[in-house]
């Protein structure tokens, strides 16, 4: 709903919550990026993926082009769309790490939408949910968690750490802290911008994970992780064999072993 008008034509980004996308939609989406743009879809460090040379003017897709991207059923919400910035450790659920975080993920995502006032958050503004194995653990973020056990979480606010919560609370504690940022935040886009701390900083938990190695590419625990630094085109599409896909924050896509 915001592209971006580059040299080559309108950028359009599409929001994945926690990199899962299923791969019809993936299909369709290569479909539109073949009739409408370069061929490509291309995958970001957001774990997010992206579209280029769409045609458009005035900061405005063609309307035909906004209709074959909406029919890929990736964009759930037009009020929200930019906000929905939620990055989870892409093997959460499927292999490893001290519980699953797509469920939280989810319950994030329907709290955000469900928000008139969180429309207004910054394009920029990031969540990330690392599920305890530490994968995420120091990517700069705005607000988000770090697990330590199967029922608790600790909070990240801006560049600090904040309380302990339970697991199956920490959507809702999030969200209100965005909340707050909205009300506060003038002229910031980010947390740390803020002239008083969001919430008070607190020392990291005892159990708070050190950062761990990025994903290898090649086969690992839960699936298989293909990189892709160049995008996904329509013979890529043959590698990704699996009902459901995750876009990792390293421009490759886990194929869950589970659905292989």
Known sequence: MRPWEADDGMLVRLRLIGGRIPSDSLCALVDAAERYGDGRVHLTARANVQ???????????????LAALDATGLLPTRTHELVRNVMVSPQSGLAGGRADLRP?????????????????????FLFVLDD???DLVDRTCDLGLVVLDEDTAQ???????????????????????????????GAA???????RPLAPALRPDARVPSP???????????????VMPAGIDRPLLGRLDAPELVVTPWRG???PEETR
Do not use: K, N, T
């Not at 045609?55 to 309307?63: E, H, I």
């Not at 886009?189 to 002239?195: F, G, I, P, Q, S």
């Not at 190695?213 to 293909?226: A, C």
């Open 253 to 255: 896509v886990l194929v």
């Open 51 to 65: 579209v280029r040379a769409f045609p458009g003017a005035d900061g405005r897709l063609d309307d035909d082009a």
């Open 212 to 226: 761990s190695e990025r994903l290898p590419h090649g086969l690992v625990p839960g699936g298989r992780h293909v």
């Open 155 to 185: 909070l990240r606010v801006g560049g600090h750490w904040g309380e302990v919560v339970a697991l199956d609370a920490a959507a809702a504690v999030i969200v209100d802290l965005a909340h707050d940022f909205v009300d506060r935040r």
């Open 189 to 195: 886009w980010h947390v740390a911008e803020l002239d």
């Open 104 to 124: 939280v993920a989810a319950e994030l995502d329907r709290l955000v939408c469900a928000s008139p006032a969180l429309a207004g958050l910054p394009g920029r």
């Open 132 to 134: 305890g194995r530490g």
